[in-house]
Nanobody, 112 residues
Framework: EPQLVESGGGLVQPGGSLTLSCAASGFFFRKSLMTWVRQVPGKGLEWVSGIDSENTPGYADTVKGRFTCSRDSTTNTLFLHMNILKPEDTGIYYC??????WGQGTQVTVSS
């Protein structure tokens, strides 16, 4: 059974950094399309980043240049490295695969 488990969220000051992890199991992770989506208070779901089967990443304009998405196929883990965090980055971050499997989410709060 496909499963995704996020971790790494927390409270960080504006300008700080966090790295989110998403542990994958139960499907062929190495070539799977993977995405990061966030739920922002009062604004619904927002696509943040993704990585395709060739490990080419893509980013929303709101995070381009600050976030980096990567995959470690030896540990079946997806990462989202987040730098220069802003209060508007606050939300619940989910990882998802191309088959409709979602993790439970991890909370990121950017506040002084």
């Amino acid at each position: 059974e496909p499963q995704l488990v996020e971790s790494g969220g927390g409270l960080v000051q504006p300008g700080g950094s966090l790295t989110l992890s998403c542990a994958a199991s139960g499907f062929f992770f190495r070539k799977s399309l993977m995405t990061w989506v966030r739920q922002v208070p009062g604004k619904g779901l927002e696509w943040v980043s993704g990585i395709d089967s060739e490990n080419t990443p893509g980013y929303a304009d709101t995070v381009k240049g600050r976030f980096t998405c990567s995959r470690d196929s030896t540990t079946n883990t997806l990462f989202l490295h987040m730098n220069i965090l802003k209060p508007e980055d606050t939300g619940i971050y989910y990882c998802a695969n191309g088959f409709g499997t979602w993790g439970q989410g991890t909370q990121v709060t950017v506040s002084s």
